[in-house]
């Protein structure tokens, strides 16, 4: 059974930075692709960010890029979200996600509907 527990929410103030890990189970991790997805309070699930299994291609959102940074440690079954000079608009809980089996080495997926597994979610709050 795939396991995918989120951690390192919290309130931060504006500016300020987190960094979120996922914890993987139950999959060879190394077969997955990843993705970051966030849902703001009566907004739809939106894309953050996305890795591809070999942890080279990356992919963000447009309103993220420069600030965060998704990275993956397939030795130890886990992905991660550094995310810095937050801003209240950033404010959502995020979900970590997994296409599993990943296919294609090198692909990235954007879609949230192109996942297979998601976690529970862990909240992040970026207010002064």
């Known amino acids: 059974q795939v396991q995918l527990v989120e951690s390192g929410g919290g309130l931060v103030q504006p500016g300020g930075s987190l960094r979120l890990s996922c914890a993987a189970a139950?999959?060879?991790?190394?077969?997955?692709?990843m993705g970051w997805f966030r849902q703001a309070p009566g907004k739809e699930r939106e894309f953050v960010t996305a890795?591809?299994?070999?942890?080279?291609?990356?992919d963000y959102a447009d309103s993220v890029k420069g600030r965060f940074t998704i990275s993956r440690a397939n030795a130890k079954n886990t992905l991660y979200l550094q995310m810095d000079s937050l801003k209240p608009e950033d404010t959502a809980v995020y979900y970590c996600?997994?296409?599993?089996?990943?296919?294609?080495?090198?692909?990235?997926?954007?879609?949230?509907?192109?996942?297979?597994?998601w976690g529970q979610g862990t909240q992040v709050t970026v207010s002064s």
């Open positions: 996600a997994a296409k599993y089996p990943g296919y294609a080495v090198q692909s990235i997926y954007r879609r949230s509907y192109e996942y297979t597994h």
């Open positions: 139950g999959l060879t991790f190394s077969y997955a692709a």
């Open positions: 890795i591809a299994r070999d942890g080279v291609y990356t």
